[in-house]
């Protein structure tokens, strides 16, 4: 079993910044990839941002170069920090994390962007 507890999220204007952190606890020896992903009201969730185990990244094209995913191996935490944040990105941000043979997600944490 994987624990993932998330923190960051809130309200803010148009272009400012949060950064979103989700740290990982338990069986997390075997953990493959980590990753944000967002569900907006009435639209499916979306992959935002990934890194490896091996600190490959991938991000979402509505994010790229703004946004960037970075992990703390030390920590077992990852983060996502969100640049020029636009109301666009309004929407509940969850982290997961992949195994080999399951995935986590977290509880969910709410970003609001104010035009």
């Known amino acids: 079993q994987v624990q993932l507890v998330e923190s960051g999220g809130g309200l803010v204007q148009a272009g400012g910044s949060l950064r979103l952190s989700c740290a990982a606890s338990g069986s997390i020896f075997s953990i493959t990839a980590m990753s944000w992903y967002r569900q907006a009201p009435g639209k499916q969730r979306e992959l935002v941002a990934t890194?490896?185990?091996?600190?490959?990244?991938k991000y979402a094209d509505s994010v790229k170069g703004r946004f960037t995913i970075s992990r703390d191996s030390a920590k077992n935490t990852v983060y996502l920090q969100m640049n020029s944040l636009k109301p666009e990105d309004t929407a509940v941000y969850y982290c997961?994390?992949?195994?080999?043979?399951?995935?986590?997600w977290g509880q969910g944490t709410q970003v609001t962007v104010s035009s």
């Open positions: 997961n994390v992949l195994r080999v043979f399951d995935g986590y």
């Open positions: 890194i490896t185990r091996n600190s490959s990244t």
